[in-house]
């Protein structure tokens, strides 16, 4: 509605700004436009589906190839979700697939390092892992991807991505998010195997990790210089007596978890704190209630805070599992649903790590005891015993929510039925542009009739004329415009009643005073719609139908008209 409150303030603008001159070229354009807009808002009511993935350019930011965190919130909180994409994995809860890191954060806001891409990062060789030590435990995984119709210049791939292969278009990726992105391609449609490494740290790798900052990862630390006290003195409370990064870590993760926080995507925008900012940050730790944004924007500010380099990274959740009832194959549906974001933190000898602190949504890291080998077991590797939720590692024992587990879906009850979806009825489709067609350059004459009209009774004798000369040539009466005004008079009083013919008369009566006459006079509209009138009754019925569906005059092009004279120059003549 907004738009076409716009749209039509404009097109009456456009009208009412135009002279004599230009009321006629303003019409044609205020007509054409009008039919426009009444066929964009009509065609998507009678047009047949289109299938819920295909939608390209369903997320704002990750269409554009900008921010997409600064769009993350109105995509969210539109009301049909859109399939972006499918994917197996030889992983069994499903993959975070990432699209950009941001890590700039000296801003009003958490943006992307701007950086060229180097066309010789070749996808199909993909690494070194940035911070990764020899002794962390990491595991290969194969995941294949099909894109549905999202636009996008970032890929969705897991962390950490070793090759990416089918890709169609020139790829890249960066060496410290280890994203994927181009600059001429696209992901729509895509279909893509990538080749990853799972990277399992223990808990006391992560706990051994060093406080002091790598050099170069400095960038990774920067606050802007509007960021409210409380998110540094929050974070101090919180986790400031932790005894390592990782504790620290922990404990911001599970403050936001611990179910004081709740996840909405509406109390931001209706309390005016929604975005991504250092401003808003305030507002979301007052009221506790916010979405991905709020939650992984605070967690890594506040983590910078304690010293510990982090980055915000925007993707997909794992999405929801599906599994084939004919192969019991699974699979995953990733929806825009599923766009999230959440933050990384920074381990020296380990890596970047991947925290969950919004509550409802993906699940918590889980990591692994690092306890030694009992020579006694040789059968039993006690070195690598089953991985622990991040929450029982926390040196305190806040409570967390449960992670989210992925519901299988049954496909075989609720799937569509491919061939009766390709039965697509275009009947309407082929009606409405018919009648499109046939009406719009009805409503282009009508338009540029009302406003020679309008500009009669404003005292216009040249618009009650060049009407005159239209419908003429509507018709298929006369030469038209080739006659002056008399000869005109004289052809077409044969064709008119009485009535008509004195209507007339005036008419170029009105015409010529305002040319030469020292006082002219002024037409009448009622004259005018009685010489058109007295025209169409004497015309048979084909050319009045022709007149009205296909007018001539829109056709006839504009001629230069000679200027108006002024007063003076009548009165010279």
Not at 4 to 13: E, F, H, Q, R, S
Not at 192 to 221: H, M, N
Not at 350 to 366: L, S, Y
Not at 372 to 379: A, I, K, L
């Amino acid at each position: 509605w907004v738009f076409l409150v716009t749209a039509a303030v404009w097109l009456a603008i456009v009208l009412i700004a135009s002279n004599d001159r230009g009321r006629v070229r303003g019409g044609f354009a205020a007509g054409s436009a009008a039919a426009a807009l009444a066929v964009a808002l009509v065609l998507p009511l009678v047009l047949p589906g289109v299938g819920s993935g295909a939608l390209p350019g369903a997320i704002g930011g990750v269409t554009t190839g900008l921010n997409p965190i600064l769009t993350l919130g109105s995509d969210l909180r539109r009301s049909n979700p859109t399939l972006a994409l499918t994917y197996t994995t030889t992983t069994t809860d499903g993959q975070y697939l990432r699209l950009t890191t941001l890590d700039d954060f000296s801003g009003r806001s958490w943006g992307p390092t701007t950086t060229d891409l180097d066309p010789t990062n070749d996808v199909e060789l993909i690494g070194p892992i940035p911070g990764l030590g020899a002794d962390v435990r990491v595991s290969p995984a194969v995941t294949e991807v099909a894109m549905e119709a999202i636009l996008s210049r970032w890929l969705p791939v897991p962390y950490a991505p070793a090759s990416v292969a089918g890709l169609v278009g020139d790829w890249s990726w960066e060496p410290d998010g280890l994203t994927v992105r181009t600059e001429s391609a696209n992901v729509s449609g895509q279909s893509y195997e990538v080749r990853s490494v799972e990277v399992a740290p223990s808990i006391e790798q992560l706990r051994a990790a060093s406080s002091t900052v790598e050099p170069g990862f400095e960038r990774f630390l920067q606050l802007p210089e509007d960021l409210p006290a409380v998110v540094a003195t929050t974070a101090s409370a919180v986790a400031g007596d932790a005894a390592s990064n990782f504790d620290r870590a922990i404990a911001l993760q599970a403050f936001f978890r611990d179910g004081s926080f709740v996840y909405s995507e509406n109390a931001p925008v209706e309390q005016g704190y929604d975005g991504s900012g250092a401003s808003v940050l305030e507002s979301f730790l007052d009221v506790r209630s916010g979405y991905c944004v709020h939650f992984s924007s605070a967690m890594a500010a506040m983590a910078r805070t304690l010293g510990i380099p982090a980055r915000v990274v925007v993707g997909f959740t794992p999405g929801e599992q599906t599994i084939d009832p004919d192969t019991d194959a699974v699979s995953f549906r990733v929806t825009t649903q599923n766009f999230h974001a959440w933050p990384e933190l920074y381990f020296t000898g380990v890596g970047w790590v991947r925290f969950e602190p919004t509550p409802g949504r993906g699940f918590e890291p889980a990591f692994a005891l690092l306890a030694e080998d009992d020579p006694s077991t040789p059968d039993v590797d006690e070195s690598v015993p089953a991985p622990v939720s991040s929450a029982s590692a926390a040196p305190t024992a806040a409570p967390t929510r449960a992670p989210d587990e992925a519901l299988p879906v049954d496909l075989g009850s609720g799937a569509p039925d491919a061939e009766a979806s390709a039965t697509v009825v275009l009947w309407p489709l082929a009606v409405l542009l018919a009648v499109g067609l046939l009406f719009t350059p009805w409503v282009i004459r009508s338009v540029r009739g009302r406003s020679r009209r309008a500009a009669v009774r404003a005292g216009s004798a040249r618009a009650a004329w060049a009407e005159l000369n239209a419908v003429v040539a509507d018709l298929g009466l006369g030469s038209g415009g080739s006659l002056t005004p008399r000869q005109l008079a004289d052809e077409l009083g044969s064709m008119l009643d009485p009535e008509s013919v004195a209507a007339l008369a005036r008419l170029r009566e009105s015409l010529e005073t305002q040319v030469f006459a020292a006082e002219p006079g002024a037409p009448r509209v009622a004259d005018l719609l009685t010489v058109d009138r007295g025209l169409r009754r004497s015309s048979t019925l084909g050319a009045r139908v022709i007149a009205r569906i296909a007018p001539r005059s829109l056709v006839a092009g504009w001629f230069a008209q000679p200027p108006e004279p002024s007063a003076s120059a009548a009165k010279r003549r």
